[in-house]
């Protein structure tokens, strides 16, 4: 009986159209929000992979009379070196070469700059067993007795601090994707309702002349898949070169956390869902509203 795509006409109602613009700025925020939650948690991932069952130690070079004597401070590392490998649950105590040291100075210095002319201490790289349980705080005063210039650096104490940074910026972005959530139902609830009542005398025609409340529901909820689609498409387009841009930039800095902020299939999948979601709960949304309104207004 009702065979044309609408029977509603809504080509006159006006207030529609800025849904496409609304939904538009509101999947542009959750997928800025959504990328920088998952590359920041990319980031903690892979830090934490790769420092996890390590330690630090770094020996301060000795000076007297103002000039590093080398042949003290060689000795001072050959004793941490014999202290760490002599303790339980470490599998290797590695000297840095200055090559590695150059490697890790790179980022920040560059390439044109002498080692021997930087006041910087030796490091050793500690690797643990697995599941190795070592005693830190007896490591730490052993070295602090025996070998006075030398410093234990446990990853753990700021990779503690970093996640506890990532998982409040995590909150903040649940919070803010709960907001545009709740701002984007209550748009297409209020354009709804307010198309109801701009086209209250055909929608009574039509119930006079056999239609339910579900076919004009579902035609509501067809012409809001339809604008959301719209506003949706063009937003997630708006995400994509500032994703861009940013994964440049971090691609060129070698070394340092911001190195490790990467987007992965897994992560652009679920960038992805991002306006797929936004039209799902934009019709339903529509639909839900139109049920509920005709009950009242009919």
């Not at 020996?59 to 009379?65: A, F, H, K, T, Y």
């Not at 910087?120 to 349980?133: F, N, R």
Request: glycine share 6%; with cysteine.
């Amino acid at each position: 009986m009702f065979k044309r795509p609408s029977d509603i006409p809504f080509a006159r109602d006006t207030s529609a159209w800025f849904l496409p613009w609304m939904v538009m700025l509101m999947v542009f925020f959750a997928g800025l929000t959504t990328a920088g939650t998952l590359s920041l948690n990319s980031m903690l991932s892979r830090w934490s992979r790769s420092i996890s069952g390590s330690l630090t130690v770094q020996v301060i070079p000795i000076e007297e009379d103002g000039r590093i004597n080398k042949r003290k401070t060689q000795q001072e590392m050959e004793d941490v070196l014999d202290i760490l490998r002599k303790t339980a649950g470490i599998a290797s105590a590695k000297a840095l070469t200055d090559s590695q040291m150059k490697n890790l100075l790179k980022p920040w210095l560059g390439e044109s700059f002498l080692l021997e002319d930087l006041p910087m201490p030796h490091l050793i790289d500690v690797q643990l067993l697995p599941d190795a349980e070592v005693d830190l705080e007896m490591l730490r005063t052993l070295l602090a007795q025996k070998t006075p210039n030398a410093s234990l650096d446990v990853h753990k104490l700021w990779l503690g601090k970093l996640i506890k940074l990532v998982r409040t910026l995590d909150f903040l972005a649940s919070a803010l994707l709960s907001m545009v959530i709740v701002t984007t139902s209550v748009i297409v609830i209020y354009v709804t309702c307010s198309s109801l009542a701009v086209h209250k005398p055909v929608i009574e025609l039509l119930h006079q002349t056999g239609a339910h409340d579900g076919y004009i529901s579902k035609q509501y909820a067809q012409r809001t898949a339809l604008l959301a689609s719209v506003g949706a498409i063009v937003g997630f387009l708006g995400v994509l070169p500032i994703i861009y841009l940013l994964s440049s930039v971090a691609s060129e800095v070698q070394g340092g956390l911001l190195s490790e902020a990467r987007f992965d299939a897994a992560s652009w999948g679920l960038l992805c869902l991002v306006p797929v979601l936004a039209v799902v709960l934009s019709t339903l949304t529509a639909y839900w509203t139109v049920q509920k309104t005709l009950r009242r207004m009919l």
